[in-house]
């Protein structure tokens, strides 16, 4: 028998763990010294060396590793992930059963009680993330669940942990019948280009889905739109097949042009009737004040951080500024979609931002509706982090 590796919880921190805190966290453990192999399970107990709970080493940047069960006699084994994908899965039969929407995730990390692993669905095929070395230990038993319970064309994997915990370049493929890419997939009706094979990013960002549909039902009609860091311009189709006048897409990655122009195709919109520009948004801001562009609606969905030749931005930091500058150039009665994935604040400090904006550039707003992440990226209730996707759509008046 192995010998049970045991991680001391600091004493301040057992009652949240006994309350159901997930995530392994540095500064939380006395003696992560005794840490040498990534998937090694850990006990983690007090002072006493009671047990509260097990999970697995994996480093991330987040932590080291992921509480799984807070029951000492349950194995983690096959039959463990077999149960926990399972109930995930039983729990988006609605999703499956939708001719309307075939991409969504099935299986969302700690939300769904393994910290360090998700799943998603694009029409017929699988993609697996793995955020450490440790949680890739346990693969040949994710493949055997998937395997068991699932049809499908074929699986791919994104490895997301090379040392900085970044995505691994290699082959993706994993076991089926390959690809053709881009593969289809439906959302709401509508049609977005996925590519599976093809660096860390796959073309549309599933957390966004409701965004995309209020975007297309309630806010595009006959509006002139602008899409900052637009990448493939998955915003711009929903506004274009809500009836938006014209989508004006601004990214300052080579690709995204070519990448937009294929989701509108999908879509049979005529993106020669939209603008896509190859271009630092900043820059953009300033053309258009210039120019005296103004926009029905505008959707800012920054990275959390971003640094080109001229600008850096930190979501943190500096999205006030990214309001000001939208600010000036939407119309009166105009709409602004303020999205953010950043987890290190929360939706009451995410709107401080919108209202500073606002208050300082003496213009009155109204809120009309707020976003968290989609049910099937489900969150865990004793991590707030995992509740990361805030998105807040303002009326300027
Ligand atoms: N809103 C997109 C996702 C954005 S991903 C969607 O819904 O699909 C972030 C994008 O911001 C990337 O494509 C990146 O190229 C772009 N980006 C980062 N910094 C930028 C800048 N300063 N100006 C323009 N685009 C930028």
């Known amino acids: 028998m192995t010998t049970v590796i045991e991680l001391t919880i600091a004493s301040n921190y057992v009652k949240d763990y006994k309350a159901g805190y997930p995530l392994i966290k540095k500064d939380f453990i006395k003696n992560t010294n005794v840490l040498k192999n990534e998937g090694s399970i850990v006990h983690l107990v007090d002072q006493n060396r009671n047990f509260i709970a097990k999970g697995y080493y994996g480093n991330q940047n987040k932590g080291l590793g992921w509480v799984l069960t807070k029951n000492k006699a349950e194995a983690i084994d096959y039959s463990f992930f077999k149960s926990r994908i399972k109930e995930a899965m039983d729990s988006r039969i609605a999703l499956y059963q939708s001719a309307d929407t075939t991409g969504f995730r099935v299986f969302n990390g700690e939300g769904d009680g393994i910290g360090g692993l998700t799943i998603d669905y694009f029409a017929g095929y699988y993609l697996i993330n793995w955020y450490s070395e440790g949680i890739y230990t346990f693969k040949d038993s994710v493949i055997r669940v998937l395997d068991e319970l699932c049809e499908y064309r074929a699986i791919y994997e994104k490895k ?58 309630k806010y595009s009609e006959g509006k002139n739109v602008l899409n900052t860091f637009s990448y493939t311009g998955a915003f711009s189709v929903a506004a274009a097949l809500g009836g938006a006048a014209k989508t004006t897409n601004v990214d300052l990655a080579k690709r995204s042009q070519s990448k937009t122009i294929e989701q509108f195709s999908v879509n049979g919109i005529d993106y020669e009737q939209q603008d896509i520009k190859v271009m630092d948004v900043f820059e953009y801001f300033k053309y258009a004040k210039r120019k005296e562009l103004k926009f029905d609606l505008v959707i800012l969905d920054p990275p959390s951080f971003a640094r080109s030749k001229k600008h850096t931005f930190s979501t943190a930091k500096d999205y006030s500024g990214l309001i000001k500058d939208t600010i000036a150039i939407t119309e009166k009665n105009g709409v602004i979609v303020a999205s953010t994935n950043n987890a290190s604040f929360g939706m009451k400090k995410f709107k401080g931002f919108i209202e500073k904006a606002f208050k300082e550039t003496q213009t009155n707003y109204r809120v009309l509706e707020e976003f968290n992440l989609p049910s099937d990226f489900k969150t865990h209730a004793h991590f707030p982090q995992s509740n990361y996707l805030k998105v807040v759509i303002v009326e300027k008046k």
């Open 160 to 217: 997301r942990f090379d040392t900085k915990g970044q995505y691994i370049d290699d082959d993706d493929f994993v076991k089926g019948t390959r690809g053709e890419f881009p593969i289809i997939i439906k959302e709401n009706g509508m049609n977005y280009a996925v590519y599976l094979n093809d660096g860390a990013m796959v073309g549309v960002f599933l957390d966004q889905r409701q965004v995309r549909k209020a975007i297309r039902d």
